[in-house]
Every structure is written in structure tokens, then in C-alpha cells.
């Protein structure tokens, strides 16, 4: 299996631009998160999906931000408009319902 | 949002020593990860505890789930230059399948 799958590995683009970030779960996996990295703040759940619907999405910062799986094989997290403060890393996990989960190798998120 | 704390934040060790850190949480946890994530990767789960008191070993790392389900410690023997990288726990309560992340603890080895 290829893990999960992450796109792009970096972004950078200008304030108040729309971002749209990538993920493939690991095939047959149930659970799909979305996590964000930074210094400040360390690993931060913003959402989680069951089956490709969300479930719990109390760790999204504010309405700019917004995500959705419209399969078992697919889902983004979009920001709209973007912040220099959105800036961070982002990681997208996957897991069978009584497994621990596999994270992607991210996405760096620079927004100036 | 909610974060476990993790000691030491930080530790450098030389080649050779054991290193033990840990995780502690004001609410109880069914069952504790840890990882470990190097630069520019995403974590990598190391070892997965389910049952208080629980003691778990993957090569030369040994975690422990604490009987009071509120903590959780992680041990590595003879340490290389390979396990430089930052380890994190992560705690699941009852009732969620959310894990709550810790803060870090990043190690760095001495040659």
C-alpha cells in the first residue's frame, strides 16, 4: 500500500486566496482526519469523517475553512480566503475504526 | 483545542543512553499511542496500549499504559543517532474516536 497520500507537499500562496489541500486515505480504512502542525499550538484535530461523513468537526478554526469527502478515496480541506496565520502544516490520517492512524507526510502551507 | 503535556519538551543524550519520557492527562484514556515523527514526515505510530497497567515493547522502545489511566511513559534503550525526532502520545477518552495529541517531547542524540 502506498499510505496516505498528500497533495501538494508545499504551497505558498498570497492572502486571501483559496487553498485546497489533497488527501488519499489508505484503501479500507473507515476513519479520515484532518489535522494542523504548528509550533504554537502542536497537533490540532480540525476534523474527522466515518465512512465519508463528518462526524465531528468542532476543531475547525472559523467558516474559511471547510472539508469534504465525497468518497472513500478522496477528500479536501479548503481555505477560503486564506490568512498568514492559516500558515502551518497539514496532515491528513487514516485509520480502521480499532486501529491507530497513519498520517501522510503533510502539507506545508505558507500563506503570505 | 485540548493537549495532553508531555516531559521533558526537549532532551540531548549521548549515543548509548536509555531515555524515558511521558504523557499525562487530566482525563482518563481507553487506550495511548505513541509516534514518532521525523523532519518533514508525518508521525509514525511506534506502539499502541489498550488496557491500564498495560506494558508494550517494539525492539528497543518499551510505553507503558499508567494504572491510572491518566498517564502513559515511554522508554528507549541504548539510543542511536537514529532516534532523533520528536515523540508524541496521543490519548483516546471514552466515547470518541478522536485522539488528543501531546505536546512533544524532541530528542536529540549525541554521537
Known amino acids: 500500500d502506498a499510505g496516505v497520500i498528500q497533495s501538494p507537499r508545499h504551497e505558498v500562496t498570497e492572502m486571501g486566496q483559496e487553498v485546497t489541500l489533497r488527501c488519499k486515505p489508505i484503501s479500507g480504512h473507515d476513519y479520515l482526519f484532518w489535522y494542523r502542525q504548528t509550533m504554537m499550538r502542536g497537533l490540532e484535530l480540525l476534523i474527522y469523517f466515518n465512512n465519508n461523513v463528518p462526524i465531528d468537526d468542532s476543531g475547525m478554526p472559523e467558516d474559511r475553512f471547510s472539508a469534504k469527502m465525497p468518497n472513500a478515496s478522496f477528500s479536501t480541506l479548503k481555505i477560503q480566503p486564506s490568512e498568514p496565520r492559516d500558515s502551518a502544516v497539514y496532515f491528513c490520517a487514516s485509520s480502521f475504526v480499532d486501529g491507530g492512524y497513519t498520517f501522510g507526510s503533510g502539507t506545508r502551507l505558507t500563506v503570505v | 483545542g485540548q493537549q495532553l503535556n508531555q516531559s521533558p519538551q526537549s532532551m540531548f543524550i549521548q549515543e548509548g543512553e536509555d531515555v524515558s519520557m511521558n504523557c499525562t492527562s487530566s482525563?482518563?484514556?481507553?487506550?495511548w499511542l505513541w509516534y514518532k515523527q521525523d523532519p518533514g514526515e508525518g508521525p509514525v505510530l511506534l506502539i499502541a496500549l489498550y488496557k491500564a497497567g498495560e506494558l508494550t515493547s517494539n525492539g528497543r522502545l518499551t510505553a507503558q499504559f499508567g494504572i491510572t489511566r491518566k498517564d502513559s511513559f515511554l522508554n528507549i534503550s541504548a539510543s542511536i543517532p537514529s532516534d532523533v525526532g520528536i515523540y508524541f502520545c496521543a490519548g483516546q477518552a471514552s466515547g470518541t474516536y478522536k485522539y488528543i495529541f501531546g505536546t512533544g517531547t524532541r530528542l536529540k542524540v549525541l554521537a
Open positions: 482525563s482518563i484514556f481507553n487506550t
